[in-house]
């Protein structure tokens, strides 16, 4: 979600996470957190757009790194309901990621 005042709100998560065995995200398996923390980010904060950067101003995320840290995504284009941009250094490593970002209707 980006909204016109120049805040997000990003969640991210893989459609295969396992459900908890216990039905209590307190009292998860360590398996269960391993595979729900390496499946999942969510990150808020401020944004603004300087040429083709979108920079994200993280406030707090799942990912507690990026607390406080300023995020900044290339290629960024915004043509009628869809938004795109490049992260390319993604918190899992690896290599870069395009993200594609549609109006919800």
């Given at each position: 979600?980006?909204?016109?005042?120049?805040?997000?709100s990003?969640?991210?998560?893989?459609?295969?996470l396992?459900?908890?065995?216990?039905n209590?995200?307190a009292?998860?398996?360590?398996?269960e957190y391993?595979?729900?923390?390496?499946?999942?980010?969510s990150?808020y904060g401020?944004?603004?757009?300087?040429?083709?950067?979108?920079?994200?101003?993280?406030e707090y995320s799942s990912?507690p790194?990026?607390n406080?840290?300023e995020?900044?995504?290339t290629?960024?284009?915004?043509?009628g309901d869809?938004?795109?941009?490049?992260n390319t250094a993604?918190?899992?490593?690896?290599?870069?990621?395009v993200l594609?970002?549609?109006?919800?209707?």
């Amino acid at each position: 979600m980006f909204d016109a005042n120049g805040r997000y709100s990003l969640v991210l998560m893989r459609p295969d996470l396992p459900k908890y065995a216990s039905n209590n995200r307190a009292q998860g398996a360590s398996e269960e957190y391993k595979a729900i923390g390496s499946g999942s980010i969510s990150y808020y904060g401020a944004y603004s757009v300087s040429g083709s950067e979108l920079i994200l101003r993280v406030e707090y995320s799942s990912f507690p790194n990026w607390n406080g840290t300023e995020q900044k995504r290339t290629n960024f284009t915004l043509t009628g309901d869809e938004l795109k941009y490049t992260n390319t250094a993604p918190s899992v490593g690896g290599s870069a990621a395009v993200l594609v970002w549609r109006r919800a209707k």
